[in-house]
């Protein structure tokens, strides 16, 4: 995305403060002949025009109103100055491509972005306060991380497809950053998912690790025990042996009913897990075939209510409150 050129424009102290990076890259997309202020970012220079970036961002605007340094020779020199960041020249990009679109429609909805798009987003829109880039990006979790259990399960995929399960120790850490809280529950459910990286946390692109706070890491540690609580609760309600009023094969239903908890039978990890969510799925589907009309549709509908019935108390499980968790489902329920 950008090309090596030597660097020709006239020294700025900016420039004589970074002596020894003197081969750098002009952006093959952000780099405007005419343009008014070039922002250095790791190798990479972003021609740009100050009053489109200080529209967007008070802090560029701040940025850009303090005086130029004066040259050695103490004259303010006339050509496009220079502001040096310390953000990854990835990061500069996404965040050009909102404020100075090439189209008018939203980068986020082109293509599905990885995770070090989205978090680079959020975080550089917050610390340069551009609400749109902010807004871009988590609207973009919160179709993943969403509220609505009947939207969650129709997704049918856990994480974001260029995400990984581990990034929602990311996710978690952007929603506190930004005070979003509706993604937090979904979010730290998937961290209760990890084994040795809920601790850990994993690398960042940067080298340096992203991990969750010690606050968060406690809500984690204390739910993951109540997930394994709730899944046993969640097997045991859906699978008791009691048939369906209208049942037509008692004697079979009810040894399709036991069988599940014949020794050898059962995996532990089936019922006793994190993921209450789909935990003994498997086991559900094996039963569901035995039955008979009445009673598998009978255990259909134990399936939905339960799975619903948790995830309206998945805050709760987590120990966290959320304004406006789960209002969609529990309305149509209502209806
Ligand atoms: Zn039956």
New binding site residues.
Partial sequence: MANVRANKRSRTQSDDESEGCAIRRTDEEFWYEDGTVILAAGDVDFRVFKGILAEHSPVFKDMFSLPQPPLANGQVSSSCPVVHLSDSPDDIRALLRVCMPKTNSNPFTQDDPSYETIAGSIRLGHKYEICELVDHALGYLKRYYTVDYSQWKALRIVVPPRFQLMHAIGVVNLARLTDCETILPTALYQCCQLDGELVKGFARADGTRECLSADDLALCVAARANLMQESVGIALRICAPV??LS????AH?ALAFNSYLHTGRLDPLEVCNTHPLWSAASMVNGVCQM??D??WHMLCERNTSERVRFWDRLPAVLGIEVQGWNAGTAAALQQ
Avoid: K, Y
Avoid at 247 to 250: A, V
């Fill in positions: 048939l369906s049942c037509t094969h008692p239903c039955l008979c009445s009673c």
